[in-house]
């Protein structure tokens, strides 16, 4: 008896704790957790008393007090399988109420038994053992309540089963807590089938005081309630991305308010169906093979909200090496979207403006250098060669120059960064820029394959402005090579010719704006244009051997396969 005074303790003890924790307004599994602990509670408690009484009455009667705990524990515990394990819960919400009508029956009939003795058709009272003992000739009504409580108690055994068999894990809380529901299970068929000492006493209760001291252990020390259904509440429930997870067959299980709301759904409406029924623009970005990747891409989904822009997120949800469903997150970026759409047509008329602009500018500039030209011509032949007045003309005709090669840099300045970073081939942009030097008889080296990098689009004219750069400052250039090689990680990418070199007190500054022989605009681009993405650029020739520029790529930002030193000699 004591250790069933004990089950009624622990039993309640749990049920005072989950309340504490849970709030089981909103998390449903809780309320039916602290109703199990109680109907435990109740029946230990009185079979204790069923024991301990002499009288066959007082016997009797202790077992009635017993049977609200007795018929009810199997029905609480099957609504709390079902709820925490996520199993037919639309069916089972619906139909809530009609699980309790049985055992209602069961208890009704019990304290009615004396009347119509279809319950129990006799007991009678054994007392050649040590204690006396209530034996019970069970009527037909104990059978079908018997079949209903077994199948509760088993059914929620499976909810478990078969959530451990869809995650591929097996927790120490999760097993345990079936373990336990296992124990009394077989108590009672030990009970029923007559076995051993068993015949006359039913162990059952016995058995549920391991089962509360396994479920206690287990709550405290793995906090088993509070795993995926808390955590599910205070995070997906909450997050602001949409959240849906789909089986093999794209049918929907589990979704958040977010996605609903996108839907124009109810949860009851949307859990089953089909992810086509609720989003027909994420069938094409659902891949045919869900044992795919993570990966992710951007969509847009008409629904009441209007037309939304979303970066979906796809990844397979396995068990071992079996895919059991896919996880899809809806990141909202509407307002981004809408920002930069707006950001792009203002750079449009932007660029425009500057377009008409530059036009007119050059169109007076050319109007200028065509005048200075005629100047020149009228001028006597004497006066054209005072030195003073050729240095004038040389000085002005410079100036003209430099404001068109200014206007013209502007040209390329603006288009910096408009146009998203994209992954190119080194080789093949290297190949193009080399192409338009193809008649002034320079030979490039320029290997095939190599890596790719992530890089601004105008990665074009940095390799042209480099090639411009060694013609134009190299003197006596007929060679440029191009070659790849990995370090530490990054990428260099290097660009050598065969001409004079720059000189030890200019290496630092080339790079700078209007530092050079002409405009100095040329390399200043250059670094503009890859600082974009992160890379990084630098000379690191020697004087009278060439000019060597290297540019670095970040981890990340470059893919493909390098070997130690990929270069090729044969000319392009």
């Given at each position: 008896?004591g250790?069933?005074?004990?089950?009624?303790?622990?039993?309640?003890?749990?049920?005072y704790?989950a309340?504490?924790?849970?709030?089981?307004r909103?998390?449903?599994f809780?309320?039916?957790?602290i109703?199990?602990?109680?109907c435990?509670?109740?029946?230990?408690?009185?079979?204790?008393g069923?024991?301990?009484?002499?009288?066959?009455k007082?016997?009797?009667?202790?077992?009635?007090?017993?049977y609200?705990g007795n018929?009810?524990?199997?029905?609480m515990?099957?609504?709390?399988a079902?709820?925490?394990?996520?199993?037919?819960l639309?069916?089972?919400?619906?139909?809530?109420?009609?699980?309790?009508?049985?055992?209602?029956?069961?208890v009704?009939a019990?304290?009615t038994n004396?009347?119509?003795w279809?319950y129990?058709?006799s007991?009678?009272?054994?007392?050649s053992?040590?204690?006396p003992?209530?034996i019970?000739?069970h009527?037909?009504?104990?059978?079908?309540?018997?079949?209903?409580?077994?199948?509760g108690?088993?059914?929620?055994?499976?909810f478990?089963?078969r959530?451990f068999?869809?995650?591929?894990?097996?927790?120490?809380p999760?097993?345990?807590?079936?373990?336990?529901?296992?124990?009394?299970?077989?108590?009672?068929?030990?009970?029923?089938?007559?076995v051993?000492?068993f015949?006359f006493?039913?162990?059952?209760?016995f058995?549920?005081?391991?089962?509360?001291?396994?479920?206690?252990?287990?709550?405290?020390?793995?906090?088993f309630?509070n795993?995926?259904?808390?955590?599910?509440?205070?995070v997906?429930?909450t997050?602001?991305?949409?959240?849906i997870?789909t089986?093999?067959?794209?049918?929907?299980?589990?979704?958040?308010?977010?996605?609903?709301e996108?839907?124009?759904?109810t949860?009851?409406?949307?859990?089953?169906r089909?992810?086509?029924?609720?989003f027909?623009?994420l069938?094409?970005?659902?891949?045919e093979?869900?044992?795919?990747?993570?990966?992710?891409?951007?969509i847009s989904?008409?629904?009441?909200m209007?037309m939304?822009?979303?970066?979906?997120g796809?990844?397979?949800?396995s068990?071992?090496?079996n895919?059991?469903g896919?996880?899809v997150?809806?990141?909202?970026?509407?307002?981004?979207?809408?920002?930069g759409?707006?950001?792009?047509?203002?750079?449009?008329?932007?660029n425009?403006?500057?377009?008409?602009?530059?036009?007119?500018?050059?169109?007076?500039?050319n109007?200028?250098?065509?005048?200075?030209?005629l100047?020149?011509?009228?001028?006597?032949?004497?006066?054209?060669?005072?030195?003073?007045m050729?240095?004038?003309?040389?000085?002005?005709?410079?100036?003209i120059?430099?404001?068109?090669?200014?206007?013209?840099?502007?040209?390329?300045?603006?288009?910096l960064?408009?146009?998203a970073p994209?992954?190119?081939?080194?080789?093949?942009?290297?190949?193009?820029?080399?192409?338009?030097?193809?008649?002034?008889?320079?030979?490039?080296?320029?290997?095939?394959?190599?890596?790719?990098?992530?890089?601004?689009?105008?990665l074009?004219?940095?390799?042209?402005?480099?090639?411009d750069?060694?013609?134009?400052?190299?003197?006596?250039?007929?060679?440029?090579?191009?070659?790849?090689?990995?370090e530490?990680?990054?990428?260099?990418?290097?660009?050598?010719?065969?001409?004079?070199?720059?000189s030890?007190?200019?290496?630092?500054?080339?790079?700078?704006?209007?530092?050079?022989k002409?405009?100095?605009?040329?390399?200043?681009?250059?670094k503009s244009?890859?600082?974009?993405?992160d890379l990084e650029?630098k000379?690191?020739?020697?004087e009278?051997?060439?000019a060597r520029?290297?540019?670095?790529v970040?981890?990340g930002?470059?893919r493909?396969?390098?070997s130690?030193?990929?270069?090729?000699?044969?000319?392009?």
């Amino acid at each position: 008896m004591g250790g069933l005074v004990f089950s009624a303790v622990v039993s309640v003890f749990l049920a005072y704790k989950a309340n504490l924790v849970f709030d089981y307004r909103k998390v449903r599994f809780a309320r039916y957790f602290i109703l199990t602990m109680l109907c435990m509670a109740d029946w230990s408690i009185f079979f204790a008393g069923e024991l301990g009484y002499v009288d066959a009455k007082f016997k009797f009667f202790s077992t009635c007090l017993s049977y609200p705990g007795n018929a009810f524990v199997s029905t609480m515990w099957f609504l709390f399988a079902a709820e925490y394990c996520g199993v037919a819960l639309k069916f089972i919400r619906r139909f809530e109420k009609a699980f309790f009508i049985l055992p209602t029956l069961a208890v009704l009939a019990i304290f009615t038994n004396s009347f119509h003795w279809l319950y129990y058709s006799s007991y009678s009272l054994d007392t050649s053992v040590a204690f006396p003992i209530i034996i019970y000739d069970h009527g037909p009504l104990f059978w079908i309540i018997f079949v209903y409580f077994f199948s509760g108690t088993l059914l929620g055994i499976l909810f478990f089963i078969r959530k451990f068999a869809y995650s591929g894990v097996y927790p120490i809380p999760q097993v345990g807590i079936v373990v336990g529901v296992l124990l009394p299970l077989i108590g009672t068929l030990l009970y029923l089938g007559d076995v051993g000492p068993f015949a006359f006493i039913d162990p059952t209760p016995f058995l549920f005081t391991i089962t509360g001291l396994i479920i206690f252990q287990l709550y405290m020390r793995n906090e088993f309630l509070n795993l995926v259904p808390i955590a599910r509440d205070n995070v997906i429930e909450t997050m602001k991305d949409g959240y849906i997870v789909t089986d093999t067959e794209k049918r929907i299980i589990d979704v958040n308010p977010v996605v609903l709301e996108l839907a124009g759904k109810t949860r009851d409406k949307a859990l089953g169906r089909s992810l086509e029924e609720l989003f027909e623009e994420l069938i094409d970005f659902f891949p045919e093979d869900t044992d795919k990747g993570p990966f992710s891409r951007e969509i847009s989904i008409t629904s009441g909200m209007g037309m939304r822009f979303f970066r979906t997120g796809f990844s397979s949800i396995s068990s071992g090496e079996n895919v059991r469903g896919a996880l899809v997150v809806l990141h909202d970026i509407t307002d981004a979207y809408r920002y930069g759409e707006a950001l792009k047509q203002a750079n449009q008329k932007l660029n425009l403006m500057s377009n008409i602009t530059r036009h007119d500018l050059l169109n007076q500039v050319n109007v200028l250098s065509g005048y200075t030209e005629l100047l020149c011509e009228m001028l006597p032949e004497d006066l054209r060669a005072e030195p003073r007045m050729e240095r004038y003309l040389k000085n002005f005709k410079k100036g003209i120059e430099t404001i068109h090669d200014q206007i013209i840099f502007t040209r390329d300045y603006q288009d910096l960064g408009v146009v998203a970073p994209v992954w190119q081939s080194v080789s093949g942009v290297a190949k193009e820029a080399a192409f338009s030097f193809s008649s002034r008889g320079i030979k490039f080296s320029i290997p095939d394959g190599g890596p790719e990098v992530f890089a601004d689009p105008l990665l074009t004219k940095v390799f042209y402005n480099l090639f411009d750069n060694a013609l134009a400052h190299g003197e006596k250039v007929s060679e440029i090579f191009v070659s790849f090689r990995e370090e530490g990680g990054k990428a260099v990418i290097e660009v050598v010719d065969n001409g004079t070199g720059i000189s030890m007190d200019m290496k630092d500054t080339i790079f700078e704006k209007s530092v050079g022989k002409n405009t100095g605009l040329g390399l200043f681009l250059i670094k503009s244009i890859l600082s974009i993405t992160d890379l990084e650029i630098k000379e690191t020739g020697i004087e009278g051997e060439g000019a060597r520029f290297e540019i670095t790529v970040p981890p990340g930002n470059w893919r493909g396969s390098i070997s130690q030193r990929q270069e090729a000699r044969q000319p392009v």
